[in-house]
C-alpha cells in the first residue's frame, strides 16, 4: 500500500532555530502540496508542485519559508528562522496528473507536528 | 470571509444514529467537491467525491452536492464509533488544482 512519508513526526525547537521538513511522495506522482493544519485556521495551502516546479507559493510567508523538490522522491519545507507561530501540523499530500478524479484522489502524509518555543 | 465554511462543532452521537455535515462555500467555480476524514494524528483521507451537482452514496455515507444554492452535504447512517473523527469538505474548481478545505467537524459517536 504506497503513503507519503513525512520526516521527523515531530519536532520541537527554539525560536529563531531552522526548521527543515520532509517528504517523500508516492511513486509517479506528479503533483505535491504542502498544507499547514491549525485548530484556528484548518488547512491552508501553502505551496504546490508539478512535475517538481513551484506553481503556487502564495500561501507561503516568503520571508521565512522555503519550499523545494530537489528531485521527484524528495520535497523539503524549511522555515528560518522559525517563530513560535509556526507551531501547527504541516502535511504533505502527492497525486497524479489529473488527481481529483474519483480513481485517482490526494493522498496525504501523516504529517509533522511541529512546536516552536 | 472564508471561502468555504463548516461548523466546526464539535459533534456528539449515539451509536446507529444519523449524522449530518455541511459546508457552504462561496466560489462558483468550485465543481469538484470532496469529504475527507481525518483520524486523531492522521493525515486526512478521500471518503466520498462528487463532480458537479447531485447525490453519490457510498455504503453508509451520502454526499449531496446543490450548486445553485452552494451548499454541499454528508449524512453518514448507521453511525458507528469507528466513524469517530474530524470531516472535512474540501472543494476545487479543477480537476488538477489545489484544494479549498473546511475547518472541519469533529464528530463523536457513542456506544
Known amino acids: 500500500d504506497a503513503r507519503v512519508t513525512q520526516t521527523p513526526r515531530h519536532k520541537v525547537t527554539e525560536m529563531g532555530q531552522e526548521v527543515t521538513m520532509r517528504c517523500q511522495p508516492i511513486?509517479?506522482?506528479?503533483?505535491v502540496f504542502w498544507y499547514r493544519q491549525t485548530m484556528m485556521q484548518g488547512l491552508e495551502l501553502l505551496a504546490y508542485?508539478?512535475?517538481?516546479?513551484?506553481?503556487?507559493d502564495s500561501g507561503m510567508p516568503k520571508d521565512r519559508f522555503s519550499a523545494e523538490m530537489p528531485d521527484a522522491t524528495l520535497a523539503t519545507l524549511k522555515i528560518q528562522p522559525s517563530e513560535p507561530r509556526d507551531s501547527a501540523v504541516y502535511f504533505c499530500?502527492?497525486?497524479?496528473?489529473?488527481?481529483?478524479?474519483?480513481?485517482?484522489?490526494?493522498?496525504f502524509g501523516n504529517g509533522t507536528r511541529l512546536t516552536v518555543t | 470571509q472564508k471561502e468555504v465554511e463548516q461548523d466546526p462543532g464539535p459533534l456528539s452521537v449515539p451509536e446507529g444514529a444519523i449524522v449530518s455535515l455541511n459546508c457552504t462555500y462561496s466560489?462558483?467555480?468550485?465543481?469538484?467537491f470532496m469529504w475527507y476524514r481525518q483520524y486523531s494524528r492522521k493525515g486526512p483521507e478521500l471518503l466520498m467525491y462528487?463532480?458537479?451537482?447531485g447525490n453519490k452514496e457510498d455504503g453508509r455515507f451520502t454526499a449531496q452536492v446543490d450548486k445553485s444554492s452552494k451548499y454541499i452535504s454528508l449524512f453518514i447512517r448507521d453511525s458507528q464509533p469507528s466513524d469517530s473523527a474530524t470531516y472535512l469538505c474540501?472543494?476545487?474548481?479543477?480537476?488538477?488544482?489545489?484544494?479549498?478545505f473546511g475547518a472541519g467537524t469533529t464528530v463523536t459517536v457513542r456506544a
Open positions: 474540501a472543494m476545487t474548481g479543477s480537476n488538477d488544482y489545489k484544494l479549498s
Open positions: 466560489n462558483s467555480a468550485f465543481q469538484y
Open positions: 508542485f508539478r512535475n517538481r516546479a513551484p506553481l503556487d
Open positions: 511513486l509517479g506522482h506528479n503533483t
Open positions: 462528487t463532480y458537479s451537482s
Open positions: 499530500a502527492s497525486g497524479e496528473t489529473g488527481w481529483g478524479s474519483y480513481n485517482s484522489p490526494l493522498h
